[in-house]
């Protein structure tokens, strides 16, 4: 049997034309081997762990990746605006919007993780406020908010 290394998921061409776009921005390359854990996070459509992503490409490439490496690939993602952290969960989750710099603003769904990246410069602009009005230098200022999302919030209703 033929070797299926370089086995990647599907990726909309509407992603990996951003992908390029924000790469190729950055002075980056998108490398396969990149492309491949992005084009694997962007067909799942949840946030992962770097732990359930090896383990979904290693199955998808049929081998074993170090870990170390697909870290090195997540920080290049994150480097280039294609992928954000979750810090309260430790997830990983492509950007809804990567053609542009932004802060992240989430809501994430605790009942079945569904997560929405919102862009608010209503709050952008509050939280440099609040921070200033402290003598405060943000340098990170992602918004995690959890909850229930709309359809999870439905259910409980009924
Ligand atoms: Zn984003
Ligand atoms: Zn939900």
Not at 93 to 116: M, N, R, T, Y
Request: proline share 4%.
């Amino acid at each position: 049997m033929a070797k299926r290394s370089a086995t990647t998921a599907p990726l909309a061409a509407k992603w990996r034309k951003l992908a390029e776009g924000r790469c190729a921005e950055k002075g980056e390359r998108l490398t396969p081997a990149r492309l491949a854990v992005y084009a694997e996070m962007q067909a799942r459509g949840r946030p992962l762990s770097a732990y359930e992503l090896i383990a979904l490409l290693e199955q998808r490439q049929e081998r074993k990746i170090a870990p170390l490496t697909v870290y090195r690939h997540l920080d290049f993602l994150m480097r280039t605006g294609l992928v954000h952290r979750l810090q309260s969960a430790q997830t990983y989750f492509p950007c809804d919007h990567p053609d542009h710099a932004h802060e992240s603003q989430f809501l994430l769904c605790s009942s079945c993780g569904h997560v929405d990246e919102v862009e608010s410069s209503g709050l952008e602009t509050l939280l440099a406020q609040i921070a200033d009005e402290h003598g405060f230098r943000p340098d990170n200022a992602v918004v995690e908010v959890k909850g229930l999302c709309g359809e999870c919030a439905v259910g409980v209703q009924d």
